[in-house]
């Protein structure tokens, strides 16, 4: 049976929406500094490293964020500038960053890039190689302009992660993690998002993450089960956060995305002031300008337009 469950008050998806996106950099920022340290490695040094301190591999400052926060900027951009969805104008937002000499970037999206300015591709050959999660860590801006409509969410998802990563490891993550975005934005309480983790687990066991395998580097499964544990594990924004970026690996991505999904479930006042006090001030504003211009402009924004998405499972 089909019944509509009522659209929670507009302001609310705003924050949650501003929150999500927010989360990305904070994780970013916060994990930066542990990124690539084992736990043991982090708990000698730190203790628990839960303070917005900069510096690790990449020597940030503090509050500065990475390629996880850069790339999603490049795609709200992209969307705001061609007042729509327009791939190639993202490709070129990825390739103006990755001219501009970023402090970090993948390998595979650096290849990914390279193939679109020079042969003009918006999508790289498929590989069992590029099942990193590149694509994934930067999908708020996609699930946040598309707020409403699953199908488009479909489409744009793997459209964006095409332009470097071709693999279909990546493009269920990416999915399923828009509508998680999705859900929680829309009011979805931590327990709802668990049960839609465990439909997806059972149609992809691959990504079990019960037992924790305690593997958190960026290979996609790797960073999911990282997420789905801490996240289904914590109570907050805060604990959520700290738990996975004291896991270490690749823990500026895990920490931008456990971000993600806990900004959008516990919205603005679940994020720490300290951490958003520390953010780099350019990104703090940029992303929540982002984030309500893609909102505002998504599907949801427009009167009575697929409802269906928004029925009882
Ligand atoms: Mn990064
Ligand atoms: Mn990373």
């Not at 983790?197 to 580097?217: I, L, T």
């Not at 959520?240 to 690996?249: E, F, I, K, S």
């Amino acid at each position: 049976m089909i019944k509509i469950v009522q659209k929670p008050d507009w302001d609310e998806i705003v924050d949650k929406a501003r929150a999500a996106f927010m989360g990305v950099a904070l994780g970013d920022a916060l994990g930066a500094t542990t990124e690539f340290m084992t736990p043991r490695e982090i708990q000698v040094q730190f203790g628990v490293h839960d303070r917005i301190i900069g510096k690790g591999w990449l020597y940030l400052k503090p509050g500065q964020v990475t390629d996880d926060t850069e790339m999603s900027v490049c795609i709200g951009r992209a969307i705001r500038l061609s007042k729509g969805w327009h791939l190639p104008a993202i490709a070129d937002a990825f390739a103006g960053w990755m001219k501009s000499r970023p402090v970090d970037i993948g390998s595979t999206c650096a290849r990914g890039i390279r193939n679109y300015i020079v042969h003009h591709s918006l999508e790289v050959p498929p590989s069992r190689w590029s099942a990193g999660n590149g694509a994934l860590m930067r999908m708020v801006p996609v699930a946040l302009y598309t707020l409403g409509d699953g199908d488009l969410l479909g489409r744009y998802a793997v459209e964006q992660a095409h332009l470097t990563h071709n693999n279909p490891l990546s493009d269920a993550a990416c999915i399923f993690w828009g509508r998680l975005v999705h859900r929680a934005v829309m009011g979805a309480t931590l327990n709802q998002l668990r049960l839609l983790a465990d439909d997806f687990v059972a149609q992809h066991p691959v990504f079990g993450y019960q037992p924790y395998p305690g593997n958190s580097s960026a290979y996609v499964v790797d960073t999911v089960q990282t997420v789905f544990h801490f996240l289904f594990s914590s109570a907050g924004f805060e604990e959520c956060l700290v738990r996975t970026v004291n896991q270490g690996g690749d823990a500026d991505t895990t920490g931008a995305l456990a971000g993600m999904l806990a900004g959008a479930l516990y919205g603005g006042r679940g994020l720490p002031k300290q951490w958003v006090k520390r953010l780099d001030s350019r990104v703090h504003s940029e992303v929540s300008e982002l984030a309500e211009y893609l909102v505002t402009h998504s599907p949801l924004s427009r009167p009575r337009e697929n409802y269906r998405y928004y029925t009882a499972r």
